[in-house]
């Protein structure tokens, strides 16, 4: 079949609910992809970071082989052989206390917040219904209704009330504010330790210490969502690594299974995660036997293969390249890692047929909030290839 046959029978068939670029892939290796005419592309999204080992990682893939042939879902009903190794090294690796897999970063959302919910009447003594949680503008955390209900962004809300209550939104990377929306019903402060999907959005220096602080003296269970900053791609496992800070719950799904299969956890401190007794929330494929196995082997390679290593190194090799590009359309390139974002001037009208053009080129990317692109590319790629990219971005923002 040919790429617009594909492309016309899923917008016949299928919701509008995203905006793809027009590239039918087929087949991926490592940082490259390729589409259905065989036409080779680097990936510069890497699935929002869900793919940060590369495309179908050849011992990730093993592993779920293998375990495929043996068991892949028990439900929670039944034990697996699986699960206790998954906890056990997931708990090594980030120094958690407690692990409660899910499948979308979406569920790890809502798991955190009836945790927290929870932790707040029957640890800190919050009356019954009043619990607090404090979120931040531009955030993004999914998109259940309990999630969008406290977004900023129109497009994600519009039509889709009405929204739980309990939730006060403030401005990001401002810790006054913090402290200012805190109440004694105050049980959780949720962000992300760098807004992804705002544009790359990275707070001022010591905020997240300074929320931890706050989080600190106020009894106030602090949640950040590195579900996108998690796992290698800022250079460091864990993006709150570089405030040297511990959050409370850390929420990490996407790279959980390098791209194989929908995995997340609420990884969590003994004391909240505690209040969930049995019965009181749960999910069908949550801790399946195939999901711990591959985000065990997922985990594995990321550390194994020196993924965060190269991502500190590479990041910064590609951060300093992009800013090397001096032209007038555009605003700021910032990043962390291998998370970059490059923004231009409202007036240059939208990033999109950048991207666009860049995928006549060979590399895909997406632009976030119109006027943005996120450069996110597998944490294994090399120096050759930043070159090799950093080459047409060049000639096509000049262009
Ligand atoms: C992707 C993402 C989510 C939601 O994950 P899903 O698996 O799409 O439900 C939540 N938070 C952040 C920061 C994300 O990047």
């Not at 997931?90 to 499948?103: G, Q």
């Not at 807004?195 to 929320?211: D, F, R, T």
Request: charged share 25%; proline share 4%; glycine share 10%.
């Amino acid at each position: 079949m040919e790429q617009k046959q594909y492309i016309e029978i899923e917008q016949r068939l299928g919701a509008h609910n995203y905006k793809p670029l027009d590239v039918v892939l087929a087949r991926g290796e490592g940082v490259w992809v390729w589409d259905v005419d065989g036409k080779k592309y680097l990936d510069c999204l890497s699935a929002y970071s869900a793919v940060n080992q590369g495309h179908c990682h050849p011992k990730i893939m093993k592993t779920l082989m293998e375990q495929v042939r043996k068991l892949t879902l028990t439900s929670r009903a039944f034990r697996n052989d699986q699960l206790a190794l998954f906890y056990r090294e997931l708990c090594e690796m980030t120094n958690s206390h407690k692990v409660l897999p899910m499948n979308s970063g979406a569920e790890a959302v809502e798991t955190a917040i009836k945790t927290v919910r929870k932790w707040g009447y029957q640890v800190k003594g919050v009356p019954e219904d009043q619990a607090e949680i404090i979120v931040c503008e531009n955030n993004f955390h999914g998109r259940t209704i309990t999630i969008v209900g406290f977004s900023t962004d129109e497009n994600s809300r519009k039509g889709f009330g009405p929204f739980t209550p309990g939730f006060k939104i403030i401005a990001y990377g401002d810790a006054k504010a913090l402290e200012a929306a805190v109440t004694p019903n105050t049980v959780g402060f949720l962000t992300e330790p760098i807004q992804g999907e705002a544009g790359v959005i990275i707070p001022p220096e010591g905020y997240l210490k300074e929320a931890r602080n706050i989080c600190d003296r106020n009894n106030i269970v602090l949640i950040l969502d590195e579900i996108q900053t998690g796992l290698g791609r800022t250079g460091k496992l864990l993006a709150e690594e570089h405030d040297g800070i511990e959050a409370d719950l850390t929420l990490i799904g996407k790279a959980l299974s390098g791209g194989f299969y929908p995995i997340s956890a609420v990884l969590s401190n003994t004391e909240v995660m505690s209040v969930l007794q049995p019965g009181e929330h749960g999910s069908t494929f949550g801790g399946n036997p195939l999901a711990c196995a591959i985000g065990r082997t997922a985990l594995k390679v990321l550390v194994e293969e020196g993924m965060i290593e190269n991502a500190a190194q590479m990041g910064a090799y590609f951060l300093e390249g992009l800013k090397q590009i001096k032209d007038p359309k555009i605003k700021e390139v910032r990043g962390k890692g291998l998370l970059i974002g490059l923004e231009f001037y409202p007036d240059v009208g939208g990033a999109r047929r950048y991207c666009e053009a860049l995928m006549e080129q060979g590399l895909l990317c997406k632009e976030t909030h119109d006027n943005i692109i996120r450069f996110a590319p597998p944490l294994i790629i090399t120096q050759d290839t930043i070159d090799w990219a950093l080459e047409r971005i060049e000639a096509i923002v000049r262009g």
